[in-house]
């Protein structure tokens, strides 16, 4: 089934650790998204990609990196884990970047204590 | 200070009624508005769409109105069904020189009491 997959479901990770989040689409969407849900903020863009190889910030960077090697993968990095950085954090895809429909991927739930 | 705002947190409403929910902006170069429903443990899915150079845009029992000179848009859900109970983001987009932003809104959960 076409789609965007997450990994993990959902972690408790120690503050100061390094986590890395994986998203995977098989829809060869050249656009992918990092966002995090925060109880009464909604959805706030980490960090996009235009295609692979290219990446750029959104409106919460800070604290976390992504790398796009090729179309499918888009990890997000957080080099150093903060408590500020308990979120569910969703990754999502489109056909470009644009104003397009977005799929979104089913989230991971991370806790940083 | 937030560009797309929903503010109501939630909704109730009677199976078989008419649920609204609104979702006003800031910002006026917003070239194009979405709407996406969110179940638990689930992921945002795409509802509804609709173009700045349009008011209104309808998909069965979904219709957005747009009032640009207000800066407010609506979702409108007729006939609600139970199964509509879940949060709904509103977005808004605005394509600029050098990307493209899309801005949420905090979201509205949606009751539909059977």
């Known amino acids: 089934i076409a789609g965007i997959t997450q990994a993990p479901t959902s972690q408790i990770l120690a503050a100061g650790r390094r986590m890395t989040l994986r998203c995977t689409q098989d829809?060869?969407?050249?656009?992918m998204y990092w966002y995090r849900q925060d109880l009464g903020l909604g959805l706030r863009l980490i960090h996009y990609?235009?295609?692979?190889?290219?990446?750029g910030k959104g409106e919460v960077p800070d604290g976390y990196s992504v790398s796009r090697a090729n179309t499918d993968d888009f990890p997000l990095t957080l080099a150093s884990a903060v408590p500020s950085q308990t979120s569910v954090y969703f990754c999502?895809?489109?056909?470009?970047?644009?104003?397009?429909?977005?799929?979104f991927g089913p989230g991971t739930r991370l806790t940083v204590l | 200070d937030q560009q797309v705002k929903q503010n109501s947190p939630s909704l109730s409403v009677q199976e078989g009624r008419i649920s609204i929910l609104n979702c006003d902006y800031t910002?006026?170069?917003?070239?194009?508005f979405l709407w996406y429903k969110k179940y638990p443990a689930e992921g945002p899915t795409f509802l509804i769409s609709?173009?700045?150079?349009?008011d209104k845009n309808e998909d069965g029992r979904f219709t957005v109105f747009l009032n640009k000179s207000a800066k407010h848009l609506s979702l409108h859900i007729v006939p609600s069904q139970p199964g509509d109970s879940a949060v709904y983001f509103c977005a808004a987009g605005v394509s600029h020189t050098g990307g493209f932003k899309t801005i949420f809104g905090a979201g509205t959960r949606l009751f539909v009491k059977a």
């Open positions: 609709i173009s700045s150079i349009k």
């Open positions: 829809m060869r969407h050249n656009a």
């Open positions: 990609s235009n295609t692979a190889g290219t990446t």
């Open positions: 910002n006026s170069m917003f070239d194009y």
């Open positions: 999502a895809s489109s056909a470009n970047l644009g104003i397009n429909e977005q799929f």
